[in-house]
């Protein structure tokens, strides 16, 4: 192998494990061997022997997590990196393939000690130091954050990589005018480079000058344009375009931006999709409804449900205005429980099955470690805990076995105001139904249909809210839903606007201004793409 032979390397030792295959070093030198070869998948069967072998080796168990990690499963990793790291809490090596693995599967209480302790040992580290102010940013530091990227470039450094990572820092606070200061510096480093362009589009909106916007096309007409640039790009020109009301223009270049998505993240998969939702559905038998005599003064968690760009961000920041409830915002943690559940229950079933079937001690982990998220930031007296995930439709049933007192809101929004807002956002990439209106269309059926029949089954009391009525009536609506999450009525919650918390949805400048009706029947600038989205919705989630 140090000769450069990998295949020879690898034959030779592909014949010592098999001729020892009780070796636990053997095992591990044929699984590094196949790692540093690049064959990660091909590495975890021996690896695994080896830890199977040599449980106690923490060199086999960070070589394990790491082969996992780089195959891409970034969660199965996690468990021998952990224990690696109790075995061995001094090598750097195994620390910074935690904090990456615990990065990318995204728990970043966990992640922010260690990129904590590398950044420590490396400041100029330009990756570490990315990621420690990412991870500030999820764990709601964006005050943090912003300090964070300010110190790095006052230190004398100025990739463009910082300035972009301040000036999204900058815009979850709100602050417009740093954000495309911070673009333009970027831009000034690294012309032509989407990510800001894409960013100073979206923060300038009907503001954007001319010369940027033949830019951004010039950019979009070139053949060396990739698709993820075709897409950030095309995503934020199509709000420009909205934005002047030049509606063809704007759907036009969503489209692009789809299309070139659809490059990047193959087509949307509606038959695994349905299949997810039969499985839900077949799994979570009615139950009786929750107690109603809960004490209004307990800690209760708020879910805040439904599809995407249907008022969630609205709603929660309505009832984050009131002095006894915390916003939370995008929680990933009840995602995570349903991912992580067949791992900590050490059960080959499906999380649908373990939602109610899991020990009561794994359940009570996974409870603690949600809790922890959610009142990181909350002030003492907080009564209400609110997630506004809006995907955690799909697992109320998780939900109401971790909390049996919660308190579910469901935002509704006309369906076509809904497609043609998502079309045109830039969502991440494993949201692929996103990309084509026949497939938002089967979301938004799938959508309904969950909710109808946690509406049936779910033991959890669910509070309807309408989109337009809302904002056509906020006092009304929003005296309802205090009433609802059992809460006083403060006249805070009418001012939401200027609640100065950092938000990090798309959202994120909507909720800093007052209740409007400007987004109610939107759709009808877009016919054609409506039309499309009606002939393909379920009859009985059309409006």
């Given at each position: 192998?140090?000769?450069?032979?990998r295949s020879r390397a690898l034959h030779w030792m592909?014949?010592?494990?098999?001729?020892?295959?009780?070796?636990?070093?053997?095992?591990?030198?044929?699984?590094?061997?196949?790692?540093?070869?690049?064959?990660?998948?091909?590495?975890?069967?021996?690896?695994?022997?080896?830890?199977?072998?040599?449980?106690?080796?923490?060199?086999?168990?960070?070589?394990?997590?790491?082969?996992?990690?780089?195959?891409?499963?970034?969660?199965?990793?996690?468990?021998?990196?952990?224990?690696?790291?109790?075995?061995?809490?001094?090598?750097?090596?195994?620390?910074?393939?935690?904090?990456?693995?615990?990065?990318?599967?995204?728990?970043?209480?966990?992640?922010?000690?260690?990129?904590?302790?590398?950044?420590?040992?490396?400041?100029?580290?330009?990756?570490?130091?990315?990621?420690?102010?990412?991870?500030?940013?999820?764990?709601?530091?964006?005050?943090?954050?912003?300090?964070?990227?300010?110190?790095?470039?006052?230190?004398?450094?100025?990739?463009?990589?910082?300035?972009?990572?301040?000036?999204?820092?900058?815009?979850?606070?709100?602050?417009?005018?740093?954000?495309?200061?911070?673009?333009?510096?970027?831009?000034?480093?690294?012309?032509?480079?989407?990510?800001?362009?894409?960013?100073?589009?979206?923060?300038?909106?009907?503001?954007?000058?001319?010369?940027?916007?033949?830019?951004?096309?010039?950019?979009?007409?070139?053949?060396?344009?990739?698709?993820?640039?075709?897409?950030?790009?095309?995503?934020?020109?199509?709000?420009?375009?909205?934005?002047?009301?030049?509606?063809?223009?704007?759907?036009?270049?969503?489209?692009?931006?789809?299309?070139?998505?659809?490059?990047?993240?193959?087509?949307?998969?509606?038959?695994?999709?349905?299949?997810?939702?039969?499985?839900?559905?077949?799994?979570?038998?009615?139950?009786?409804?929750?107690?109603?005599?809960?004490?209004?003064?307990?800690?209760?968690?708020?879910?805040?449900?439904?599809?995407?760009?249907?008022?969630?961000?609205?709603?929660?920041?309505?009832?984050?205005?009131?002095?006894?409830?915390?916003?939370?915002?995008?929680?990933?943690?009840?995602?995570?429980?349903?991912?992580?559940?067949?791992?900590?229950?050490?059960?080959?079933?499906?999380?649908?099955?373990?939602?109610?079937?899991?020990?009561?001690?794994?359940?009570?982990?996974?409870?603690?470690?949600?809790?922890?998220?959610?009142?990181?930031?909350a002030p003492a007296d907080a009564l209400r805990l609110?997630?506004?995930?809006?995907?955690?439709?799909?697992?109320?049933?998780?939900?109401?076995?971790?909390?049996?007192?919660?308190?579910?809101?469901?935002?509704?929004?006309?369906?076509?105001?809904?497609?043609?807002?998502?079309?045109?956002?830039?969502?991440?990439?494993?949201?692929?139904?996103?990309?084509?209106?026949?497939?938002?269309?089967?979301?938004?059926?799938?959508?309904?249909?969950?909710?109808?029949?946690?509406?049936?089954?779910?033991?959890?009391?669910?509070?309807?809210?309408?989109?337009?009525?809302?904002?056509?009536?906020?006092?009304?609506?929003?005296?309802?839903?205090?009433?609802?999450?059992?809460?006083?009525?403060?006249?805070?919650?009418?001012?939401?606007?200027?609640?100065?918390?950092?938000?990090?949805?798309?959202?994120?400048?909507?909720?800093?201004?007052?209740?409007?009706?400007?987004?109610?029947?939107?759709?009808?600038?877009?016919?054609?793409?409506?039309?499309?989205?009606?002939?393909?919705?379920?009859?009985?989630?059309?409006?």
């Amino acid at each position: 192998m140090q000769g450069g032979d990998r295949s020879r390397a690898l034959h030779w030792m592909r014949q010592a494990h098999q001729r020892a295959p009780e070796s636990a070093e053997l095992a591990e030198q044929y699984g590094s061997l196949l790692a540093f070869s690049g064959d990660f998948r091909g590495a975890l069967v021996p690896l695994a022997r080896a830890v199977t072998l040599a449980p106690g080796n923490p060199s086999s168990l960070y070589l394990l997590g790491l082969a996992r990690l780089r195959s891409g499963d970034a969660l199965e990793g996690l468990s021998p990196l952990r224990r690696a790291r109790e075995l061995a809490p001094a090598d750097p090596r195994i620390r910074a393939a935690l904090a990456e693995a615990e990065f990318i599967a995204g728990f970043p209480e966990d992640a922010y000690p260690l990129l904590l302790a590398q950044h420590g040992d490396d400041p100029a580290n330009l990756d570490t130091t990315l990621k420690l102010g990412e991870t500030l940013s999820r764990l709601g530091e964006h005050a943090q954050a912003l300090a964070h990227y300010t110190a790095a470039l006052g230190r004398g450094a100025a990739p463009a990589d910082l300035h972009m990572a301040r000036g999204q820092a900058r815009e979850d606070l709100g602050d417009r005018d740093g954000a495309a200061e911070d673009y333009r510096a970027a831009l000034g480093i690294r012309p032509d480079w989407a990510f800001p362009l894409a960013g100073l589009l979206d923060v300038l909106r009907g503001k954007a000058g001319e010369d940027l916007l033949a830019n951004v096309r010039r950019l979009l007409d070139s053949p060396g344009t990739g698709a993820a640039d075709r897409a950030l790009l095309g995503y934020a020109l199509g709000k420009v375009e909205d934005a002047h009301g030049r509606h063809g223009e704007a759907m036009a270049a969503w489209t692009a931006a789809n299309d070139a998505r659809r490059q990047m993240t193959g087509p949307h998969d509606p038959d695994a999709l349905a299949a997810l939702r039969d499985r839900i559905i077949a799994a979570a038998p009615a139950l009786p409804r929750a107690r109603q005599d809960v004490d209004p003064r307990q800690v209760r968690p708020v879910f805040i449900v439904g599809m995407p760009r249907s008022g969630t961000t609205l709603t929660e920041q309505i009832l984050a205005s009131h002095p006894q409830v915390h916003g939370c915002g995008e929680l990933p943690h009840v995602n995570l429980v349903a991912r992580h559940l067949p791992l900590m229950a050490g059960s080959p079933k499906p999380w649908q099955e373990l939602a109610r079937t899991a020990p009561e001690d794994v359940i009570q982990a996974a409870r603690q470690r949600y809790l922890a998220g959610a009142q990181r930031h909350a002030p003492a007296d907080a009564l209400r805990l609110v997630d506004k995930a809006p995907l955690n439709f799909f697992q109320l049933d998780l939900v109401a076995r971790l909390f049996p007192d919660a308190l579910v809101v469901w935002c509704r929004r006309d369906p076509r105001d809904v497609a043609v807002s998502i079309y045109a956002e830039n969502f991440s990439l494993e949201e692929a139904f996103a990309t084509g209106m026949e497939s938002i269309a089967q979301f938004i059926g799938v959508q309904h249909a969950l909710m109808q029949h946690w509406l049936a089954a779910s033991p959890l009391p669910i509070h309807t809210l309408h989109y337009e009525a809302l904002v056509q009536d906020l006092d009304t609506e929003a005296r309802k839903l205090l009433a609802f999450v059992e809460l006083p009525w403060d006249e805070a919650c009418l001012d939401f606007h200027r609640n100065e918390r950092g938000v990090q949805t798309p959202s994120r400048w909507q909720v800093r201004q007052p209740a409007h009706t400007r987004s109610v029947g939107r759709w009808r600038n877009y016919p054609e793409a409506t039309a499309r989205l009606l002939a393909a919705l379920p009859a009985d989630a059309r409006p």
